[in-house]
């Protein structure tokens, strides 16, 4: 399974940015996808899953109404569109491919326990 995360960069507080992870090697709409980031010196934080078949979504409260997970299944990709962004959303952000099809063990999928292929990340920056 690869998995590529895309659409990182440099923008300004109030900005808008959409990720993208497109995924390979594996029946993408069997499992659900989720979006993890990394703050320097800080450990990898839950922001969002989405189920596989797109119907269900979970967000962490730091980014819930801001953030909106979505996927193509026919183009085995997932999304993670992030608006109102604040620096504390400055990160390393990685996509995911879970356990799970879908969000029945939310328990385990807010943690990278609830995952088996990761993605190589992308560097997302808010300056104020």
């Known amino acids: 399974v690869q998995l590529q995360a895309s659409g990182g960069g440099l923008v300004q507080a109030g900005d808008s940015l959409r990720l993208s992870c497109a995924a390979s090697?594996?029946?993408?709409?069997?499992?659900?996808m989720g979006w993890f980031r990394q703050a320097p010196g800080k450990a990898r934080e839950f922001v969002g899953v989405v189920s596989g078949s797109g119907d269900d979504t979970k967000y962490a409260d730091s980014v819930k109404a801001r953030f909106t997970i979505s996927r193509d299944n026919a183009k085995s990709t997932v999304y993670l569109q992030m608006s109102s962004l604040k620096p504390e959303d400055t990160g390393v952000y990685y996509c995911?491919?879970?356990?799970?099809?879908?969000?029945?063990?939310?328990?385990?999928?807010?943690?990278?326990?609830?995952?088996?292929?990761w993605g190589q990340g992308t560097q997302v920056t808010v300056s104020s």
């Open positions: 995911a491919m879970s356990l799970f099809s879908g969000l029945e063990h939310t328990e385990l999928m807010i943690t990278t326990s609830g995952y088996d292929y």
């Open positions: 090697g594996r029946t993408f709409s069997s499992y659900s």
